[in-house]
Protein backbone atom coordinates (compact mmCIF):
# COMPACT_ATOMS: atom_id res chain seq x y z
CA UNK A 1 0.00 0.00 0.00
CA UNK A 2 1.05 3.59 -0.82
CA UNK A 3 2.33 5.60 1.65
CA UNK A 4 -0.67 8.26 2.48
CA UNK A 5 0.30 11.87 2.61
CA UNK A 6 -3.49 13.61 3.88
CA UNK A 7 -3.98 16.96 3.18
CA UNK A 8 -7.81 16.74 2.37
CA UNK A 9 -10.24 18.89 4.32
CA UNK A 10 -13.15 16.76 6.29
CA UNK A 11 -16.50 17.57 4.42
CA UNK A 12 -20.00 16.85 4.61
CA UNK A 13 -22.60 14.74 6.86
CA UNK A 14 -21.12 11.78 8.14
CA UNK A 15 -22.62 10.00 11.18
CA UNK A 16 -21.10 7.05 12.38
CA UNK A 17 -24.14 3.74 13.52
CA UNK A 18 -23.74 1.68 16.11
CA UNK A 19 -23.58 -1.93 15.91
CA UNK A 20 -27.38 -2.27 16.77
CA UNK A 21 -30.20 -2.67 14.57
CA UNK A 22 -29.18 -5.64 12.19
CA UNK A 23 -30.63 -8.89 13.25
CA UNK A 24 -29.40 -12.47 12.10
CA UNK A 25 -31.68 -14.53 11.02
CA UNK A 26 -32.10 -17.44 13.83
CA UNK A 27 -28.41 -18.21 15.16
CA UNK A 28 -26.93 -16.83 11.98
CA UNK A 29 -24.72 -19.96 11.65
CA UNK A 30 -26.51 -22.95 9.91
CA UNK A 31 -24.67 -26.47 10.23
CA UNK A 32 -26.61 -28.74 7.03
CA UNK A 33 -26.05 -32.78 7.15
CA UNK A 34 -24.45 -33.65 3.40
CA UNK A 35 -24.42 -36.96 2.84
CA UNK A 36 -27.44 -36.86 1.08
CA UNK A 37 -27.28 -33.71 -0.84
CA UNK A 38 -30.60 -34.66 -3.24
CA UNK A 39 -32.58 -35.24 0.21
CA UNK A 40 -34.61 -31.89 0.88
CA UNK A 41 -35.96 -31.02 4.49
CA UNK A 42 -39.48 -31.12 4.85
CA UNK A 43 -39.64 -28.15 6.81
CA UNK A 44 -38.74 -24.84 4.95
CA UNK A 45 -36.23 -22.90 6.81
CA UNK A 46 -36.67 -19.52 5.55
CA UNK A 47 -33.02 -18.97 4.20
CA UNK A 48 -32.69 -17.74 0.73
CA UNK A 49 -32.09 -20.76 -0.46
CA UNK A 50 -33.13 -24.53 1.26
CA UNK A 51 -29.94 -26.73 2.05
CA UNK A 52 -31.48 -29.19 0.15
CA UNK A 53 -31.32 -27.19 -3.21
CA UNK A 54 -28.09 -25.79 -2.23
CA UNK A 55 -26.48 -29.33 -2.01
CA UNK A 56 -28.00 -30.49 -5.22
CA UNK A 57 -25.91 -27.24 -6.26
CA UNK A 58 -22.28 -28.46 -4.55
CA UNK A 59 -22.43 -26.26 -1.56
CA UNK A 60 -23.82 -25.92 2.28
CA UNK A 61 -25.23 -22.90 4.10
CA UNK A 62 -22.58 -21.31 5.95
CA UNK A 63 -23.93 -18.06 7.70
CA UNK A 64 -27.05 -16.34 7.44
CA UNK A 65 -27.83 -12.40 8.34
CA UNK A 66 -30.76 -9.61 8.18
CA UNK A 67 -29.74 -6.16 7.54
CA UNK A 68 -33.07 -4.86 9.07
CA UNK A 69 -33.58 -2.48 6.36
CA UNK A 70 -36.41 0.15 6.09
CA UNK A 71 -38.62 -0.54 2.87
CA UNK A 72 -37.66 2.85 1.82
CA UNK A 73 -34.16 1.97 1.48
CA UNK A 74 -32.61 0.00 -1.84
CA UNK A 75 -29.09 -1.64 -1.81
CA UNK A 76 -27.66 -0.60 -5.43
CA UNK A 77 -24.14 -1.80 -4.74
CA UNK A 78 -22.54 -4.94 -3.20
CA UNK A 79 -18.95 -5.95 -3.27
CA UNK A 80 -16.43 -8.23 -1.61
CA UNK A 81 -13.13 -6.82 -0.60
CA UNK A 82 -10.70 -8.85 0.92
CA UNK A 83 -12.33 -10.10 3.91
CA UNK A 84 -15.32 -7.11 4.28
CA UNK A 85 -18.38 -7.55 2.37
CA UNK A 86 -19.48 -3.67 2.01
CA UNK A 87 -23.15 -3.15 0.73
CA UNK A 88 -24.11 0.72 -0.18
CA UNK A 89 -27.66 1.65 0.14
CA UNK A 90 -29.57 4.98 -1.01
CA UNK A 91 -31.44 6.85 -0.62
CA UNK A 92 -29.91 7.68 3.16
CA UNK A 93 -26.30 6.54 1.53
CA UNK A 94 -25.80 3.99 4.79
CA UNK A 95 -22.29 2.56 3.86
CA UNK A 96 -22.51 -1.23 5.48
CA UNK A 97 -19.18 -3.51 6.28
CA UNK A 98 -19.92 -7.22 7.11
CA UNK A 99 -17.23 -9.75 7.80
CA UNK A 100 -17.23 -12.46 4.89
CA UNK A 101 -16.17 -15.15 7.80
CA UNK A 102 -18.81 -14.76 9.67
CA UNK A 103 -21.43 -12.14 8.63
CA UNK A 104 -20.71 -10.49 11.64
CA UNK A 105 -21.41 -6.42 11.32
CA UNK A 106 -18.11 -4.57 11.88
CA UNK A 107 -19.29 -0.74 10.98
CA UNK A 108 -22.15 1.32 9.35
CA UNK A 109 -21.75 4.81 8.01
CA UNK A 110 -23.73 7.50 6.56
CA UNK A 111 -22.13 9.58 4.03
CA UNK A 112 -22.92 12.70 2.11
CA UNK A 113 -26.84 13.90 1.46
CA UNK A 114 -29.38 12.26 0.38
CA UNK A 115 -28.71 14.63 -2.88
CA UNK A 116 -25.61 12.37 -3.93
CA UNK A 117 -25.42 8.91 -5.08
CA UNK A 118 -22.67 6.82 -4.59
CA UNK A 119 -20.95 4.22 -6.37
CA UNK A 120 -19.19 0.35 -5.40
CA UNK A 121 -16.14 1.57 -3.32
CA UNK A 122 -12.42 -0.15 -3.99
CA UNK A 123 -10.06 -1.05 -1.29
CA UNK A 124 -6.47 -0.37 -0.79
CA UNK A 125 -5.42 -2.46 2.41
CA UNK A 126 -6.36 -0.47 5.32
CA UNK A 127 -8.35 2.13 3.50
CA UNK A 128 -11.30 2.52 1.60
CA UNK A 129 -12.40 4.90 -1.33
CA UNK A 130 -15.89 5.43 -2.27
CA UNK A 131 -17.19 7.59 -4.38
CA UNK A 132 -20.59 9.75 -5.20
CA UNK A 133 -20.59 11.84 -8.47
CA UNK A 134 -19.01 14.48 -7.42
CA UNK A 135 -17.07 13.44 -4.44
CA UNK A 136 -14.52 10.98 -2.98
CA UNK A 137 -14.26 9.72 0.56
CA UNK A 138 -11.63 7.39 2.35
CA UNK A 139 -12.87 5.68 4.70
CA UNK A 140 -11.13 3.41 7.34
CA UNK A 141 -11.69 -0.32 6.59
CA UNK A 142 -11.58 -1.68 10.16
CA UNK A 143 -13.34 1.16 12.26
CA UNK A 144 -15.31 2.72 9.13
CA UNK A 145 -14.29 6.19 10.11
CA UNK A 146 -14.10 8.90 7.94
CA UNK A 147 -10.56 10.03 6.76
CA UNK A 148 -10.81 12.52 3.93
CA UNK A 149 -13.36 14.40 1.68
CA UNK A 150 -12.22 15.43 -1.46
CA UNK A 151 -14.29 17.25 -4.57
CA UNK A 152 -13.65 15.13 -8.43
CA UNK A 153 -12.81 17.41 -11.31
CA UNK A 154 -16.46 16.76 -12.74
CA UNK A 155 -19.37 14.87 -12.29
CA UNK A 156 -19.28 11.10 -12.29
CA UNK A 157 -21.16 8.09 -12.93
CA UNK A 158 -19.47 5.06 -11.48
CA UNK A 159 -16.62 3.53 -9.57
CA UNK A 160 -13.04 4.37 -10.53
CA UNK A 161 -10.26 2.16 -11.83
CA UNK A 162 -7.92 1.74 -9.01
CA UNK A 163 -4.27 1.70 -9.89
CA UNK A 164 -2.62 0.92 -6.23
CA UNK A 165 1.11 1.42 -7.72
CA UNK A 166 0.75 5.20 -7.98
CA UNK A 167 -2.44 6.04 -5.65
CA UNK A 168 -4.51 6.70 -8.79
CA UNK A 169 -8.32 6.54 -9.37
CA UNK A 170 -9.56 7.00 -12.66
CA UNK A 171 -12.92 8.60 -13.52
CA UNK A 172 -14.96 8.78 -16.65
CA UNK A 173 -16.83 11.44 -15.91
CA UNK A 174 -20.55 12.53 -17.26
CA UNK A 175 -19.02 15.30 -19.90
CA UNK A 176 -16.68 12.75 -21.02
CA UNK A 177 -13.25 13.92 -19.23
CA UNK A 178 -11.20 11.08 -18.26
CA UNK A 179 -9.01 12.42 -14.99
CA UNK A 180 -6.64 10.34 -12.55
CA UNK A 181 -7.53 11.32 -9.12
CA UNK A 182 -4.28 11.45 -6.65
CA UNK A 183 -5.47 9.75 -3.77
CA UNK A 184 -2.62 11.32 -1.60
CA UNK A 185 -2.53 15.16 -2.98
CA UNK A 186 -6.20 15.53 -4.21
CA UNK A 187 -5.41 16.83 -7.91
CA UNK A 188 -5.86 15.60 -11.72
CA UNK A 189 -2.41 13.73 -12.68
CA UNK A 190 -3.72 13.85 -15.98
CA UNK A 191 -7.00 14.31 -17.88
CA UNK A 192 -8.18 13.41 -21.13
CA UNK A 193 -11.20 14.17 -23.60
CA UNK A 194 -13.70 12.20 -24.27
CA UNK A 195 -16.58 13.39 -26.79
CA UNK A 196 -19.63 11.65 -25.23
CA UNK A 197 -20.92 10.47 -21.53
CA UNK A 198 -18.81 7.90 -19.54
CA UNK A 199 -21.37 5.87 -17.32
CA UNK A 200 -18.57 2.58 -17.06
CA UNK A 201 -15.76 2.04 -14.76
CA UNK A 202 -12.27 2.07 -17.30
CA UNK A 203 -11.32 -1.00 -17.50
CA UNK A 204 -7.32 -1.84 -17.08
CA UNK A 205 -4.92 -3.97 -19.31
CA UNK A 206 -1.72 -4.60 -17.83
CA UNK A 207 0.11 -0.74 -17.78
CA UNK A 208 -2.89 0.78 -19.85
CA UNK A 209 -6.56 2.13 -19.10
CA UNK A 210 -9.23 2.08 -21.67
CA UNK A 211 -12.19 4.07 -21.67
CA UNK A 212 -15.18 4.39 -24.02
CA UNK A 213 -18.31 7.18 -23.88
CA UNK A 214 -22.19 6.38 -24.58
CA UNK A 215 -21.19 7.68 -28.54
CA UNK A 216 -19.19 4.55 -28.88
CA UNK A 217 -15.76 6.63 -28.79
CA UNK A 218 -13.27 4.73 -27.24
CA UNK A 219 -8.97 5.25 -26.12
CA UNK A 220 -6.49 3.82 -24.93
CA UNK A 221 -4.25 5.53 -22.16
CA UNK A 222 -1.06 4.71 -20.69
CA UNK A 223 -2.25 4.74 -16.71
CA UNK A 224 0.67 6.99 -14.97
CA UNK A 225 1.08 9.89 -17.79
CA UNK A 226 -2.40 9.96 -19.62
CA UNK A 227 -0.86 9.26 -23.17
CA UNK A 228 -2.72 8.14 -25.85
CA UNK A 229 -1.91 4.27 -27.48
CA UNK A 230 -4.65 4.48 -29.93
CA UNK A 231 -8.40 5.73 -30.06
CA UNK A 232 -11.00 4.76 -32.27
CA UNK A 233 -15.30 4.41 -32.19
CA UNK A 234 -18.01 1.56 -32.83
CA UNK A 235 -20.52 1.93 -34.90
CA UNK A 236 -23.01 1.87 -32.92
CA UNK A 237 -23.61 3.46 -29.18
CA UNK A 238 -22.40 1.60 -26.12
CA UNK A 239 -24.11 1.55 -22.70
CA UNK A 240 -22.30 -1.93 -21.57
CA UNK A 241 -19.24 -1.62 -19.63
CA UNK A 242 -16.26 -3.28 -21.22
CA UNK A 243 -14.20 -5.97 -20.42
CA UNK A 244 -11.11 -7.56 -20.91
CA UNK A 245 -10.25 -11.06 -21.92
CA UNK A 246 -6.21 -11.87 -22.47
CA UNK A 247 -4.69 -9.41 -25.23
CA UNK A 248 -8.18 -8.14 -26.01
CA UNK A 249 -10.59 -5.53 -25.09
CA UNK A 250 -14.47 -6.52 -25.71
CA UNK A 251 -17.19 -4.12 -25.96
CA UNK A 252 -20.79 -5.27 -26.99
CA UNK A 253 -22.58 -1.87 -28.79
CA UNK A 254 -26.30 -1.09 -30.02
CA UNK A 255 -25.12 -1.89 -33.20
CA UNK A 256 -25.54 -5.51 -32.19
CA UNK A 257 -21.91 -6.22 -32.45
CA UNK A 258 -19.16 -7.77 -29.93
CA UNK A 259 -15.97 -6.36 -30.68
CA UNK A 260 -12.32 -7.79 -29.54
CA UNK A 261 -9.98 -4.91 -29.71
CA UNK A 262 -6.15 -6.34 -29.74
CA UNK A 263 -5.22 -4.17 -26.41
CA UNK A 264 -1.89 -3.49 -28.44
CA UNK A 265 -2.49 -2.12 -31.72
CA UNK A 266 -6.39 -1.42 -31.12
CA UNK A 267 -7.22 -3.18 -33.90
CA UNK A 268 -10.37 -5.77 -34.45
CA UNK A 269 -8.93 -9.42 -33.60
CA UNK A 270 -12.31 -10.43 -34.61
CA UNK A 271 -16.38 -9.13 -34.50
CA UNK A 272 -19.36 -10.84 -33.43
CA UNK A 273 -22.94 -9.93 -35.28
CA UNK A 274 -25.41 -10.93 -31.94
CA UNK A 275 -27.97 -11.24 -33.71
CA UNK A 276 -31.22 -8.63 -33.77
CA UNK A 277 -30.88 -7.09 -30.41
CA UNK A 278 -28.98 -3.93 -29.44
CA UNK A 279 -25.98 -5.41 -26.89
CA UNK A 280 -26.90 -3.72 -23.63
CA UNK A 281 -25.03 -6.53 -21.44
CA UNK A 282 -21.22 -6.13 -20.36
CA UNK A 283 -19.81 -9.50 -21.86
CA UNK A 284 -17.92 -12.01 -19.20
CA UNK A 285 -14.37 -13.41 -20.16
CA UNK A 286 -14.22 -17.21 -18.65
CA UNK A 287 -10.66 -18.35 -20.27
CA UNK A 288 -11.40 -19.83 -23.49
CA UNK A 289 -14.89 -18.92 -23.18
CA UNK A 290 -16.53 -15.30 -23.48
CA UNK A 291 -20.51 -15.90 -21.92
CA UNK A 292 -22.74 -12.63 -23.24
CA UNK A 293 -25.95 -12.28 -21.78
CA UNK A 294 -28.80 -10.89 -24.86
CA UNK A 295 -31.35 -8.85 -22.75
CA UNK A 296 -33.91 -8.40 -21.73
CA UNK A 297 -35.18 -11.82 -22.86
CA UNK A 298 -32.95 -13.35 -25.52
CA UNK A 299 -31.11 -15.55 -22.87
CA UNK A 300 -27.10 -15.63 -23.24
CA UNK A 301 -24.52 -16.98 -25.80
CA UNK A 302 -21.29 -18.79 -25.46
CA UNK A 303 -18.18 -17.22 -27.84
CA UNK A 304 -14.87 -18.70 -28.46
CA UNK A 305 -12.56 -16.34 -27.08
CA UNK A 306 -10.16 -16.97 -29.86
CA UNK A 307 -12.03 -16.22 -32.90
CA UNK A 308 -15.77 -15.42 -31.18
CA UNK A 309 -16.85 -17.90 -32.92
CA UNK A 310 -20.95 -19.15 -31.71
CA UNK A 311 -20.36 -22.58 -29.56
CA UNK A 312 -24.15 -22.14 -27.88
CA UNK A 313 -26.61 -20.36 -27.29
CA UNK A 314 -29.57 -20.89 -24.46
CA UNK A 315 -33.01 -19.42 -24.02
CA UNK A 316 -32.38 -19.14 -20.37
CA UNK A 317 -32.48 -15.55 -19.30
CA UNK A 318 -29.67 -15.61 -16.07
CA UNK A 319 -26.64 -13.26 -14.95
CA UNK A 320 -23.35 -15.24 -14.87
CA UNK A 321 -21.74 -15.39 -11.57
CA UNK A 322 -18.27 -17.59 -11.54
CA UNK A 323 -16.91 -20.66 -13.81
CA UNK A 324 -16.82 -23.35 -11.28
CA UNK A 325 -15.26 -26.72 -12.51
CA UNK A 326 -15.99 -25.60 -16.12
CA UNK A 327 -19.55 -25.18 -15.17
CA UNK A 328 -20.92 -22.19 -14.85
CA UNK A 329 -22.84 -20.90 -12.04
CA UNK A 330 -26.12 -18.07 -13.15
CA UNK A 331 -28.72 -16.86 -11.39
CA UNK A 332 -32.06 -15.34 -11.74
CA UNK A 333 -34.28 -13.22 -9.45
CA UNK A 334 -35.71 -16.82 -7.81
CA UNK A 335 -33.31 -19.28 -9.27
CA UNK A 336 -29.79 -20.30 -8.63
CA UNK A 337 -28.22 -22.83 -12.05
CA UNK A 338 -25.40 -24.58 -12.34
CA UNK A 339 -24.84 -24.89 -16.71
CA UNK A 340 -21.88 -26.67 -18.61
CA UNK A 341 -19.89 -24.38 -20.33
CA UNK A 342 -18.75 -26.39 -22.93
CA UNK A 343 -22.56 -27.08 -24.35
CA UNK A 344 -24.94 -24.97 -22.45
CA UNK A 345 -26.95 -28.05 -20.97
CA UNK A 346 -28.31 -26.55 -17.73
CA UNK A 347 -27.37 -29.48 -14.83
CA UNK A 348 -29.24 -27.79 -11.52
CA UNK A 349 -32.02 -25.60 -11.75
CA UNK A 350 -32.57 -24.54 -7.47
CA UNK A 351 -35.15 -22.17 -6.22
CA UNK A 352 -34.60 -19.64 -3.94
CA UNK A 353 -35.81 -16.24 -2.74
CA UNK A 354 -35.92 -12.99 -4.08
CA UNK A 355 -32.13 -12.39 -5.33
CA UNK A 356 -30.78 -8.90 -6.31
CA UNK A 357 -26.90 -10.21 -6.09
CA UNK A 358 -24.85 -12.95 -5.99
CA UNK A 359 -21.11 -12.31 -5.65
CA UNK A 360 -18.15 -15.13 -6.11
CA UNK A 361 -16.38 -14.85 -2.41
CA UNK A 362 -13.34 -16.56 -0.61
CA UNK A 363 -12.85 -20.31 -1.42
CA UNK A 364 -15.43 -20.93 -3.97
CA UNK A 365 -18.34 -19.44 -1.60
CA UNK A 366 -21.15 -17.19 -2.68
CA UNK A 367 -22.90 -14.69 -1.29
CA UNK A 368 -26.29 -14.45 -2.26
CA UNK A 369 -27.89 -10.89 -1.74
CA UNK A 370 -31.99 -9.86 -1.34
CA UNK A 371 -33.60 -6.87 -2.64
CA UNK A 372 -34.88 -6.34 1.11
CA UNK A 373 -31.40 -7.26 2.28
CA UNK A 374 -31.00 -10.45 3.58
CA UNK A 375 -27.11 -12.12 3.15
CA UNK A 376 -26.35 -15.59 2.92
CA UNK A 377 -23.05 -17.54 2.41
CA UNK A 378 -23.01 -20.08 0.72
CA UNK A 379 -20.14 -22.71 0.90
CA UNK A 380 -18.51 -24.96 -1.68
CA UNK A 381 -18.73 -28.87 -0.58
CA UNK A 382 -15.45 -30.53 -0.57
CA UNK A 383 -15.24 -33.34 -3.00
Known sequence: MHTMVKRWVLAGTVVLMGLGGCASTGTGQTSTNTNSPRTRP?????????????AELGYRINWSRDMDMSRSQQITAAVILDDLLITVEQPENFVTARSVRDGQLKWKVKLGSRLERFFAPVRDGEEIYINSQTRIFVLHANTGDVLAVADLDSTV?????????????????????????????????WRYQLPGRIGATPVRTDRDVFVIDD???YVMLQITSGRIQWRNRTLGQVVAPPAVQGNDVLIASLDRKLYALNRTSGRDAWVYLGGERPLTAAPVPLGRTIVLPLPPDGGIVALNSLNGNERWRSDLNATPVVERDRDLVLHTERRLLLMDLDDGETLVDAPTLPLQIVLPG???????VS???????????AG
Open 157 to 189: DSSPLYHAETGLAIFGGSNGLVFAHSIDNNFAR
Open 215 to 217: QGN
Open 371 to 381: PRGRLLRLNRI
Open 362 to 368: PNESLIL
Open 42 to 54: STPTGHLIEPGPA
